[in-house]
């Protein structure tokens, strides 16, 4: 299945799934999915993180499945070989870099730093995950990277809930925000995929 060319644009808000069980990626999918949100990151935290991947990739076609919290080249060939089609860091470093475009699939580089923007954008990287958004300075920070830096566009992840949401969806440079109130504990440990396609729903709604 062809890459997404712009992951920023698929859903308002990116859901950042760490799931202990393999077995619940397909239905947790389905729920974000009937909710509107179709770019679901599942963060490579967990040993089963890789099945969830290849699951969601082989039996919920109409979801767009990426791979989070990828720190290595090892870890970026191991998620684009079970499907992941597309790859997100809490920071990267040359030799990511390097793998992630070597791997065919769009990536999200972490940063924190007008430095770490210009030096992404000096190697042709457009698109980044602002990381941890909340304690790096949020919305302040992103309008104050508008003016000089217009042609980063970022993913803000990190503290971000549905009070905040909406303000960093505002701004420009903001493609869409990574969050994880949609999937509330107690939901996914009772297995409510009704409550989460009610929340994920309501993340949606966020922009229109």
Same mark, same amino acid.
């Given at each position: 299945?062809?890459?997404?060319?712009?992951?920023?644009?698929?859903?308002?808000?990116?859901?950042?799934?760490?799931?202990?069980?393999?077995?619940?990626?397909?239905?947790?999918?389905?729920?974000?999915?009937?909710?509107?949100?179709?770019?679901?990151?599942?963060?490579?935290?967990?040993?089963?993180?890789?099945?969830?991947?290849?699951?969601? &990739?082989?039996?919920?076609?109409?979801?767009?499945?990426?791979?989070?919290?990828?720190?290595?080249?090892?870890?970026?060939?191991?998620?684009?070989?079970?499907?992941?089609?597309?790859?997100?860091?809490?920071?990267?470093?040359?030799?990511?870099?390097?793998?992630?475009?070597?791997?065919?699939?769009?990536?999200?580089?972490?940063?924190?730093? &007008?430095?770490?923007?210009?030096?992404?954008?000096?190697?042709?990287?457009?698109?980044?995950?602002?990381?941890?958004?909340?304690?790096?300075?949020?919305?302040?920070?992103?309008?104050?990277?508008?003016?000089?830096?217009?042609?980063?566009?970022?993913?803000?992840?990190?503290?971000?809930?549905?009070?905040?949401?909406?303000?960093?969806?505002?701004?420009?440079?903001?493609?869409?925000?990574?969050?994880?109130?949609?999937?509330?504990?107690?939901?996914?440990?009772?297995?409510?995929?009704?409550?989460?396609?009610?929340?994920?729903?309501?993340?949606?709604?966020?922009?229109?």
């Amino acid at each position: 299945m062809t890459p997404p060319r712009d992951v920023l644009s698929l859903a308002p808000v990116l859901p950042v799934v760490v799931l202990d069980d393999a077995s619940d990626a397909v239905p947790l999918a389905r729920a974000l999915v009937a909710g509107g949100l179709r770019a679901i990151e599942i963060t490579l935290r967990t040993g089963g993180a890789l099945d969830a991947i290849r699951a969601v &990739a082989a039996e919920v076609p109409e979801a767009v499945v990426g791979a989070g919290t990828v720190l290595t080249p090892g870890q970026a060939e191991a998620a684009t070989a079970a499907g992941a089609r597309f790859l997100v860091s809490p920071g990267w470093t040359e030799r990511l870099l390097r793998a992630a475009r070597g791997a065919g699939v769009p990536f999200l580089p972490g940063v924190s730093t &007008a430095s770490e923007v210009m030096a992404l954008l000096e190697r042709g990287v457009r698109e980044m995950k602002f990381f941890p958004a909340e304690a790096a300075g949020g919305t302040a920070f992103l309008k104050s990277l508008a003016g000089p830096l217009p042609a980063a566009r970022f993913c803000p992840t990190g503290g971000i809930g549905p009070d905040t949401a909406r303000d960093y969806l505002a701004l420009p440079n903001v493609g869409c925000v990574g969050g994880t109130w949609m999937l509330p504990a107690d939901a996914l440990a009772d297995r409510d995929w009704a409550r989460v396609t009610e929340l994920a729903r309501g993340a949606a709604s966020l922009r229109g």
